[in-house]
């Protein structure tokens, strides 16, 4: 006997994705104030890919799809080596600054707030990082690191 599918039925997805930061943001129009929200999302295979998403969306949920097929279409893969960078790395993106360094074997994933949630998502296990700006936006955080990650080479 053939098997049937529901029509709601969906493959696993192979990336995991950890909201970074909702927003609800007020826009004031001549008959009121129109609200919407602004999700920052992040994906990855926790094999080397890893992408950032950023979208609006009348409602949290709409908001949180939209910047997740956002963050999936922004992917790209990361050089890790012995679940470590392969050297250190500075980047800046607007007034945040982000150093990544590597690490050695077990001492873990030393990191605090976006920068330690990428880091996640694309897989590496040991390294050190610093949010070395007073920023505590977490987009533009985001968005350092993601430029860092870049950065490497082999």
Not at 67 to 75: C, E, P
Not at 124 to 143: C, F, Q
């Amino acid at each position: 006997m053939a098997r049937r599918f529901t029509r709601d039925f969906k493959p696993k997805d192979e990336f995991d994705s950890k909201l970074l930061d909702l927003a609800r943001v007020t826009r004031v129009t001549g008959g009121g104030k129109r609200m919407t929200f602004r999700a920052v999302v992040a994906v990855g295979d926790k094999k080397g890919r890893v992408g950032l998403g950023v979208d609006k969306g009348r409602d949290v949920a709409q908001a949180v799809e939209k910047a997740t097929r956002s963050a999936k279409k922004n992917l790209f893969t990361v050089v890790i080596k012995e679940n470590t960078i392969p050297h250190e790395v500075f980047a800046k993106m607007g007034p945040a600054r982000v150093m990544l360094k590597p690490q050695s074997k077990g001492r873990g994933l030393v990191a605090g707030g976006a920068v330690r949630t990428i880091c996640e998502l694309a897989g590496i296990k040991d390294v050190s990082a610093k949010i070395l700006s007073r920023s505590k936006n977490k987009l533009n955080n985001a968005r350092a690191t993601i430029a860092a990650l870049s950065k490497l080479k082999i």
